[in-house]
């Protein structure tokens, strides 16, 4: 099953590397470009679940790693069992310069809310979004804050820890 | 119930009414939470001493917070603190709130917490055992008969300092302040 997920891939598209590291487990590294036929593709193939969309900061390649996580949903017929198993690990590089990338809320409607974390948090744009609005932070960050060059302690000794303690007036 | 107390109880009956009806709020922040439903069921009765859950900050006199504080979370603690009736009492419950825990260099997370509320009492350790919440129960008692559990007092008469606290980490806060402010406060250094 893995090898006819992996004949099917690389026959399909030109320049797609697919390693299989583990037995459940194949790793799909793609062109941006085709990130979004490849997602399509396996999508016709009955991966239909996109479990997680992840960001991975490589400072010093200077680009930033898509990680989409595609899987089956479970039909419970004998002939399919083998791939529901599977876990499809599409990867992708972009620039880390001006990190923009296109959405894919067009293929998978739950990939809204992990695109807006992204980009809250590595600051990567994503093309078409309807709805990149804040999602977890309160405080306004002039570097996000899951970038690599983001200092975190010079960010705690420069905001939380300058706000000093109540004094009371009498002892 | 000590009879040696009854002219205790004569001589201050308010305080002994807030002693033994302790209304608690419990504010779920972080893991903390995981040691209070042992401890308001029957494993450790909290109803031994007073001490019920209720559901709404209107009915609450004592506020629990258990864990770390985030930066949205403080803007919720302060909503909640200002919303429950006098007397009231705060207690932080494990060493996050206490100056920050495990998350002392988060980027999101406050470290102080007694920065931006008053804090009558502090339950350190990561985690408490729930036996510790009775032992504070018990130190609330001490404090209430002495009249230092003034949590509610020093949040009136300092409400500048601790607003402008709350403003230099929330931004500008977008309901108004509970006490009258006099300008006399010096301006946020940083901001």
Not at chain 1, 37 to 46: G, S, T
Not at chain 1, 83 to 107: A, D, M, N, Y
Not at chain 1, 129 to 140: A, S, Y
Not at chain 2, 90 to 107: A, E, L, Q, R
Request: proline share 5%.
């Amino acid at each position: 099953m893995n090898e006819s997920i992996k004949e099917q891939l690389e026959s399909t598209f030109k320049a797609v590397v697919v390693t299989i590291p583990e037995g459940i487990r194949i790793i799909v590294n793609v062109k941006k470009d085709q990130v979004l036929a490849v997602l399509r593709f396996l999508k016709d193939r009955r991966f239909d679940h996109l479990a997680l969309v992840s960001c991975v900061d490589w400072i010093e390649e200077k680009e930033f790693e898509l990680v989409y996580i595609v899987t089956g949903y479970i039909q419970g017929d004998e002939e399919h069992r083998e791939q529901e198993r599977l876990h499809l690990i599409v990867k992708t590089r972009i620039s880390r310069q001006s990190p923009q990338f296109e959405t894919i809320t067009g293929i998978f409607s739950n990939a809204e809310p992990y695109e807006r974390e992204i980009h809250e948090l590595f600051g990567v744009k994503f093309e078409g979004h309807k709805r990149l609005t804040p999602l977890f932070l309160e405080r306004n960050y002039e570097i996000p804050p899951f970038r690599k060059d983001f200092d975190t302690r010079k960010y705690v000794s420069d905001v939380f820890d300058k706000i000093p303690f109540i004094q009371l007036e009498k002892e | 119930m000590d009879r040696n107390q009854i002219t205790k109880w004569l001589k201050e009956p308010a305080k002994m009414a807030n002693k033994y009806s302790l209304h608690v709020i419990y504010f779920c922040t972080g893991c903390g939470i995981i040691e209070v439903p042992p401890v308001i069921t029957s494993r450790w009765d909290a109803e031994r001493f007073g001490v019920i859950p209720v559901a709404t900050p209107r009915q609450a006199n004592l506020f629990l917070i258990t864990g770390y504080v985030s930066v949205k979370t403080l803007r919720a603690i302060i909503r909640t603190y200002e919303q429950m009736y006098e007397p009231k009492y705060t207690v932080g419950f494990g060493s996050c709130p206490i100056n920050g825990g495990m998350y002392w260099d988060s980027y999101n997370t406050i470290k102080h917490l007694d920065k931006y509320i008053p804090i009558d009492g502090w339950i350190a350790g990561c985690m408490p055992r729930p036996e510790a919440i009775f032992i504070a129960v018990t130190h609330l008692w001490t404090l209430i008969d002495k009249g230092m559990a003034d949590g509610c007092i020093r949040y009136r008469e300092n409400y500048e300092l601790y607003r402008r606290n709350q403003e230099m980490v929330l931004g500008k806060l977008d309901w108004s302040p509970l006490y009258p402010i006099h300008s006399n406060v010096k301006a946020v250094e940083d901001e």
